[in-house]
Nanobody
Framework: QVQLVESGGGLVQPGGSLRLSCAASGFTFGSYTMSWLRQAPGKGLEWVSGINSFGYTTNYVDSVKGRFTISRDNGEKKLYLQMNNLRPEDTAMYYC?????????????????????WGLGTQVTVSS
């Protein structure tokens, strides 16, 4: 069955870095667009970044542009999110998700029903 398992979260000071990983299994990873989304306590789901199946097209929400980098290794079936210069407002549970199809429409990318499968998430806390 399809599984997505996130790792790499933790507690970091403002300005610090973390690298999130998502290990995929149970499907042909290289055939699917993948995304990272996050949800902060008491807030709604927010799409963070997406990458197409080949890995050469990436998109980011404005608030993380220049700080976060999404990448993937199709051979290893892994998705990554390198997060630099972290801010307290980046504190959230981060999820990787498999998209139903590729799109550059950010409204669509922010919709929960755009994704077929989700991991359980990894917590990122940015605090001094």
């Amino acid at each position: 069955q399809v599984q997505l398992v996130e790792s790499g979260g933790g507690l970091v000071q403002p300005g610090g870095s973390l690298r999130l990983s998502c290990a995929a299994s149970g499907f042909t990873f290289g055939s699917y667009t993948m995304s990272w989304l996050r949800q902060a306590p008491g807030k709604g789901l927010e799409w963070v970044s997406g990458i197409n199946s080949f890995g050469y097209t990436t998109n980011y929400v404005d608030s993380v542009k220049g700080r976060f980098t999404i990448s993937r290794d199709n051979g290893e079936k892994k998705l990554y999110l390198q997060m630099n210069n972290l801010r307290p407002e980046d504190t959230a549970m981060y999820y990787c998700a498999r998209a139903r199809y590729y799109t550059e429409n950010t409204t669509t990318m922010g919709r929960r029903d755009h994704y077929e499968y989700w991991g359980l998430g990894t917590q990122v806390t940015v605090s001094s």
